[in-house]
């Protein structure tokens, strides 16, 4: 088997821009950034260099080994643009503007099984509402290069019906989305936040609801609903397609805001039959910061990695079925890190391997505050079921990573520089 030595191996030739040292607040003399990634065995190219703003980006492996990865932009004062970029075998696309939109919300990325790209965003009309300028859920269709076809699954609340008044009310649908395929079939999860104003009528009362098939043709259904309990419900939302070819999903309750702090992991899945399962904590966490990430193994079944911003530990667990879990794995706990964990299951090997932030040696460091003498990208991987070992992706840091697996095992990371928002694309030769 297969064991990281982390040698560095032949450099990969990309056609996006090679990273270029040294950046404005590290890769010089003083923080050793510039010889730390000579001895990691990525490599690593810029993929947008006006990213300006650490925004969502998302990222997907699909058929053939193609890997897609979407972002916001700013392009003036008040409007974003949505790219994306297709990278395989080396080489990556001209970056292609999906949408220009005025409101950010979470970015979703799949392939289905004939390699057709899909983005899911918060997209649409305003539909006459005050400070709302998109309040749609959105799935745009890549037709090729360049050529998208933006399709509305879901505009409204009662689109998804409950017979609950308070559940089918409002029209601030599409937040924070998740898409897989099932061959083509699209499943969408998404986040009702009603009108989008008050705590306890909107964010208190949310929903996670789903949209599927697309797309031209939609079915939509309620899967966890906060009228009644104040749960909170699809605050940050994973979603993978599980055993026995179902989609399955994690979320965490987030009362406060649109997009604010999550607590707890939720998972649930949908069963042969058709019908979904309920809501159930899996996992007890004050604040997730971003929401915890799930993934699916052939062998190993359901893995979850979350970080409990409180403590800043980062933990995993897995399940073979999604009913019984294991305990909490301890993963990273030191300073300010195990930030914006990202799990991938390794496809030769089948053990998961968890991207992660590392912001400071200082554990009380807040998101604006990290140091940039320290912050690093890692990766940690499970080997052999008997310790965890992490592998440094690049010494400049990296927010928010997206970490998905070639078929050959070779594993690829989409994230920001922490500084300046770059998009990056860091590839294992």
Not at 43 to 65: F, I, N
Request: with cysteine; hydrophobic share 35%.
């Amino acid at each position: 088997m297969r064991r990281h030595g982390w040698a560095l191996g032949l450099a990969l030739a990309l056609a996006c821009t090679p990273e270029q040292p040294p950046r404005p607040d590290a890769g010089t003399e003083d923080d050793n950034t510039d010889i730390l990634n000579g001895q990691s065995p990525f490599t690593r190219s810029v993929l947008d260099a006006t990213g300006g703003e650490l925004q969502p980006l998302a990222l997907a492996v699909g058929p053939g080994d193609r890997v897609g990865v979407a972002w916001y932009s700013r392009v003036n004062e008040k409007d974003y643009e949505i790219r994306f970029i297709e990278w395989k075998d080396g080489k990556a696309s001209t970056p292609e503007r999906i949408a220009t939109v005025q409101k950010v919300s979470g970015l979703a990325v799949a392939y289905d099984s004939a390699g057709k790209a899909a983005v899911s965003h918060l997209g649409g009309g305003d539909d006459t509402t005050v400070g709302w300028s998109q309040s749609d859920l959105a799935v745009a269709y890549r037709n090729g290069p360049g050529s998208w076809t933006e399709t509305i699954p879901v505009r409204r609340s009662n689109e998804a019906p409950t017979g609950n008044a308070l559940a089918d009310s409002g029209f601030l649908v599409g937040i924070n989305p998740a898409i897989v395929f099932a061959g083509t079939k699209a499943y969408v999860a998404y986040r009702d936040c009603h009108n989008g104003q008050f705590g306890r009528q909107d964010y208190e009362s949310s929903d996670l609801e789903l949209a599927e098939g697309g797309p031209t043709s939609w079915t939509r259904r309620n899967l966890a609903m906060s009228g009644d309990t104040k749960a909170g419900y699809g605050g940050h939302i994973s979603m993978v397609l599980g055993a026995g070819g179902q989609p399955a999903l994690v979320h965490d309750q987030v009362t406060d805001s649109v997009d604010g702090q999550g607590r707890n992991v939720i998972f649930q899945r949908r069963t042969s039959a058709g019908t979904w399962t309920a809501p159930t904590q899996v996992q007890t966490v004050f604040d997730t910061q971003r929401g915890a990430s799930l993934a699916w193994d052939s062998q190993e079944g359901y893995g979850i990695a979350v970080v409990d911003r409180t403590s800043n530990k980062l933990t995993y667990k897995s399940s073979k079925d999604g009913s019984q879990w294991t305990e909490a794995n301890p993963v990273f706990q030191s300073g300010a890190g195990g930030w914006y964990p990202s799990l991938a299951f390794d496809p030769v090997h089948h053990e998961p391997h968890i991207a992660f932030y590392l912001c400071s040696n200082n554990a009380s460091a807040n998101e604006q505050g990290c140091d940039a003498k320290v912050d690093e990208l890692r990766i940690a991987a499970f080997i052999e079921d008997t310790e965890w070992r992490d592998v440094l992706v690049d010494a400049a840091g990296g927010w928010g990573p997206k970490l998905g697996f070639l078929s050959t095992g070779k594993r690829v990371v989409a994230y920001r520089d922490g500084s300046s928002g770059v998009v990056k694309l860091a590839v294992e030769p």
